[in-house]
């Protein structure tokens, strides 16, 4: 499964922002992920394939991730940017079959949010 990840770009505090995230095949569980310079990848919120999602407690009010399966596609609908929120986000996808999970790694697209 490949990844394809857009939507970063430039915003001002406050402002929006909607990250999209393209699987190339069908996936099970759908998450974003943000990493700041020099740091571990951190997670940000996930939707399984029920629709059931969840959220870091820093975005949640504000972040939204959704999903379109028929696109296999994956959203995260940003909203009241803060300047916290400047850094590149991926995204991934994991599969569950039989022989266990995969996971798939999108590359990374930049937010950047101006004060």
């Known amino acids: 499964v490949q990844l394809q990840a857009s939507g970063g770009g430039l915003a001002q505090a406050g402002g929006s922002l909607r990250l999209s995230c393209v699987a190339s095949?069908?996936?099970?569980?759908m998450l974003w992920y943000l990493q700041y310079p020099g740091k571990q990848r951190q997670w940000v919120a996930v939707i399984n394939s029920g629709g059931v999602t969840n959220y870091v407690d820093s975005v949640k009010g504000r972040f939204t991730i959704s999903r379109d399966s028929a696109k296999n596609t994956v959203y995260l609908q940003m909203k009241s940017l803060e300047p916290e929120d400047k850094t590149v986000y991926y995204c991934k996808a994991v599969t569950v079959k039989a022989r266990g999970c995969s996971h798939y790694w999108g590359q990374g697209t930049l937010v950047t949010v101006s004060s």
């Open positions: 095949g069908s996936v099970n569980a």
